[in-house]
């Protein structure tokens, strides 16, 4: 294994940096380009037309735990402005639209029995206006927004939601997989895990670190993949669709060449994406092995009995194995990673399982969130990464940006889509990774959750002062319309 790891960080560190120009090469003639959005982030209309509350509803009507004690009540009001938004879509030329259905929207109690007719209507709505403009409907089942009724039977970590999340999505392919033929599982189950079971951060904001987030996990993979069974088994032969799962990876650098701070890195990369990864997309299948090793190590050091990561049986390894048509991969940023001692034993904890030291380098650019330097070099690194850790899967980039304040005239933004392009674009040309879709984060300014309305990411304006939710194209916007219509970062590509 050391040597396994020693030879691919030797290949990544041969990448290099990003170029300081933008690549002159054309993207190829089949790559497809798009933009991104999520319903609690961009629907508003938050209890019109017999939606249901669900857990950011909950979450933000707790006045604390937003800033400014924003909520999603209205957001961008796309409920009622959908066609603004197909407007703004085609003003753009993407290939496809990424968003996500409210589960609540359409089935209130989050269960099959009551169907809200109109949240049906409201989708179908949608997916007809952008198919009538010539926009592919790229849909996810869920973006962090559980009925509220599901989590006051516990949520994730309870199991009951790996057959409740299986029959709507099996109404979800029922009503709407006539037209929509890209299906996404799951957005980022890392966040909903480690950050609403695991650290309690975020709805529904439930603290058990060490215990909740892994309960999450083992039933987010069942779940995934019983919807994948459901699609393949009942729908695939007549509408010919696809599904798979989006997951978040940020680059993990090692600090120095030293084999223990690659080890790190690598770690990093196996709990944070390896987790919801390595089920799928492993020819091995199961969590990943320096998981269940050192969970299992630290559960009977702490006085568990068992391990407290939940087992997969052989049956479910080989149920959950292989269940992808492509792999979704949101990427925004990178983190450098130094070998520490472990943690000491004490109450359990995903950061103590862990046992690493992670930092972000000082030079590299800001954005508006802490989180987010520009690194585009780091790109590059996780695509290969994932190329050669899951045999190259087909890779479709579903969520990539940039936030600062809102501005029209953003060229911050402008260089961070060129510099991420490029290295997007020599992982494909000189790399020979699958990546054949890029999904710019996001369509508009929206609610950017804890943070409310103080991030920005969107390539439109929205005023969120007016009570029109008025929108207005951003230089970046325009950048990016010219990038989809050419295949080309630069005014003149090579042929």
């Known amino acids: 294994m050391k040597v396994t790891i020693y030879l691919f960080c030797i290949a990544v560190l041969l990448l290099g940096v990003s170029r300081s120009e933008p690549s002159n ?238 080890e790190a890195a690598e770690r990093v990369l196996q709990f944070d994406h390896g987790l919801y990864a390595h089920p799928i997309y492993h020819p091995d299948g199961n969590f990943p092995q320096v998981m269940i090793d050192r969970i299992a190590d630290r559960s009977e050091k702490e006085g568990f009995p068992t391990s407290r990561l939940p087992e997969l049986s052989t049956e479910e390894i080989e149920y959950i194995r292989g269940t992808f048509d492509f792999l979704g991969l949101n990427s925004y940023t990178t983190n450098m990673v130094q070998w520490t001692n472990d943690y000491e034993i004490g109450a359990p904890g995903y950061y103590s399982d862990l046992s690493v030291s992670t930092y972000q380098d000082p030079s590299w650019n800001n954005s508006a969130s802490g989180w987010l330097k520009v690194v585009p070099w780091g790109m590059r690194k996780i695509l290969n990464w994932i190329d050669q850790t899951y045999n190259h899967p087909e890779i479709i980039i579903t969520e990539n940006g940039f936030s600062d304040d809102g501005r029209l005239d953003d060229p911050t933004r402008i260089n961070y889509y060129a510099e991420y392009l490029t290295n997007i674009l020599e992982a494909i040309l000189e790399d020979g990774v699958n990546v054949t879709g890029y999904t710019a984060w996001s369509l508009m300014d929206n609610f950017e959750w804890n943070f409310g309305y103080l991030e920005k990411f969107g390539l439109y304006q929205v005023d969120f002062e007016d009570p029109d939710r008025t929108r207005t194209i951003k230089s970046s916007g325009e950048y990016y319309k010219r990038v989809i219509a050419n295949k080309c970062l630069v005014d003149t590509c090579e042929e």
């Open 25 to 262: 090469k054309k993207f190829p003639e089949n790559f497809q380009f798009g933009v991104a959005t999520a319903a609690y982030q961009v629907e508003g209309g938050w209890a019109d037309d017999g939606k249901g509350e669900n857990i950011w509803d909950h979450y933000t009507h707790q006045l604390g735990h937003i800033a400014n004690n924003a909520t999603g009540d209205v957001a961008c009001d796309s409920y009622h402005k959908y066609m603004e938004d197909v407007e703004m879509l085609t003003n753009l030329g993407v290939n496809y639209y990424r968003f996500s259905l409210s589960w609540s929207r359409i089935l209130p109690t989050g269960y099959t029995n009551q169907i809200n007719e109109a949240g049906v209507t409201y989708y179908k709505n949608l997916i007809s206006a952008l198919k009538e403009n010539g926009i592919e409907p790229f849909v996810t089942l869920y973006h962090w927004d559980l009925p509220q009724p599901l989590q006051e039977i516990g949520g994730w970590p309870n199991p009951l939601l790996e057959d409740i999340f299986a029959e709507y999505a099996r109404t979800a392919f029922t009503l709407f997989g006539d037209d929509v033929k890209n299906w996404m599982t799951f957005n980022e189950p890392k966040q909903t895990c480690l950050f609403g079971y695991g650290l309690g951060a975020t709805a529904p904001g439930m603290p058990a670190s060490g215990i909740g987030e892994y309960e999450c996990a083992y039933t987010i993979v069942k779940a995934h993949a019983k919807a994948y069974h459901i699609y393949d088994e009942e729908f695939r032969p007549t509408q010919k669709g696809r599904v798979s799962i989006v997951l978040d990876a940020q680059w993990a650098e090692p600090a120095s060449d030293s084999d223990e701070d690659k």
